[in-house]
């Protein structure tokens, strides 16, 4: 493994109880060791953490000196209540959002917008330059585009409206992300493109997560960790997982990335493991 290192990004959720928010602040600790680019925060469904990822993004401005970078959504009820959350943010010394189209609530509606590109010009017609917007890709396609292309278009249009960068869905294979990659050029798409990482930990979960955001898990990694969890065998899953994804980022590193985007789930163990097998100087303290 190499031990030169790409930028770094960690994504995390907004706790929901105390005891969350102690496991979160101990991850974010250690992770923040790592001097990451930025640290994301997600937006729930519908805008139902609105106010948690607020104070979630505050914290992590206010008690480490990493960036943090709010998740902003269409689920907004409306322009104003999302004009005075961009408001607050500039206020608070935030420079980076991502903008989501963001999930709908389970029992229908919508939001302020429709699709993300209505959302990334309202930013920018509200803010100007102010932050740096990143936006999301789909190398193995969208779960709700008609087509691949179709998708493609769709990013085209949010980087024309002014997206800075592209973080992707995660994915397993990746020849999926290196066509993403080059069909995204070959339409005008020139802005970075940063892999989303997704540690396997757990496979019922996993297989949850993906089925939801569309994301293939091939079927040789699929029968090893469903064989692994109905025996318990915790181990194998860990040690075939830390294995399985430390080998597709010292491709994608080799690749050229311009990036490392990880799903942390509010843990920190799995990304430091992964980090201390790409032979990055890792706190022996986080792994334990």
């Given at each position: 493994?190499?031990?030169?290192?790409?930028?770094?990004?960690?994504?995390?959720?907004?706790?929901?109880?105390?005891?969350?928010?102690?496991?979160?602040?101990?991850?974010?600790?250690?992770?923040?060791?790592?001097?990451?680019?930025?640290?994301?925060?997600?937006?729930?469904?519908?805008?139902?953490?609105?106010?948690?990822?607020?104070?979630?993004?505050?914290?992590?401005?206010?008690?480490?000196?990493?960036?943090?970078?709010?998740?902003?959504?269409?689920?907004?009820?409306?322009?104003?209540?999302?004009?005075?959350?961009?408001?607050?943010?500039?206020?608070?010394?935030?420079?980076?959002?991502?903008?989501?189209?963001?999930?709908?609530?389970s029992g229908g509606g919508s939001g302020v917008f429709d699709y993300a590109v209505d959302l990334v010009r309202f930013i920018r017609e509200q803010t100007g330059d102010l932050f740096h917007l990143e936006v999301a890709g789909y190398p193995e396609h969208h779960p709700e585009s008609k087509?691949?292309?179709?998708?493609?278009?769709?990013?085209?249009?949010?980087?024309?409206?002014?997206?800075?960068?592209?973080?992707?869905?995660?994915?397993?294979?990746?020849?999926a992300y290196i066509r993403f990659v080059d069909e995204a050029r070959a339409i005008g798409i020139d802005v970075p493109i940063v892999p989303g990482i997704m540690p396997i930990t757990n496979f019922s979960r996993l297989a949850r997560f993906s089925r939801m955001c569309g994301a293939e898990?091939?079927?040789?990694?699929?029968?090893?960790?469903?064989?692994?969890?109905?025996?318990?065998?915790?181990?194998?899953?860990?040690?075939?997982?830390?294995?399985?994804?430390?080998?597709?980022?010292?491709?994608?590193?080799?690749?050229?990335?311009?990036?490392?985007?990880?799903?942390?789930?509010?843990?920190?163990?799995?990304?430091?493991?992964?980090?201390?097998?790409?032979?990055?100087?890792?706190?022996?303290?986080?792994?334990?």
């Open positions: 493994m190499t031990e030169a290192r790409p930028q770094l990004s960690f994504e995390f959720f907004p706790p929901r109880n105390d005891a969350a928010q102690a496991s979160f602040r101990a991850a974010r600790a250690r992770l923040a060791a790592l001097a990451p680019e930025y640290m994301s925060v997600t937006f729930g469904a519908g805008g139902s953490t609105r106010g948690r990822t607020r104070d979630t993004v505050l914290e992590i401005q206010q008690t480490t000196s990493v960036p943090a970078a709010p998740h902003i959504s269409c689920m907004a009820e409306d322009e104003a209540s999302l004009l005075e959350l961009l408001n607050g943010y500039q206020a608070a010394g935030i420079q980076r959002l991502v903008a989501l189209r963001g999930d709908r609530p087509s691949p292309s179709l998708d493609l278009e769709h990013l085209r249009a949010k980087v024309a409206a002014g997206a800075d960068g592209i973080i992707t869905q995660y994915f397993f294979n990746i020849d898990i091939p079927l040789w990694i699929a029968k090893r960790l469903e064989v692994w969890e109905s025996d318990g065998d915790t181990e194998s899953i860990r040690a075939f997982g830390e294995d399985t994804i430390a080998t597709l980022c010292q491709k994608l590193i080799d690749a050229g990335v311009p990036g490392l985007h990880f799903y942390t789930l509010n843990r920190a163990r799995p990304t430091l493991a992964l980090c201390q097998r790409l032979g990055w100087p890792v706190d022996s303290n986080g792994i334990a």
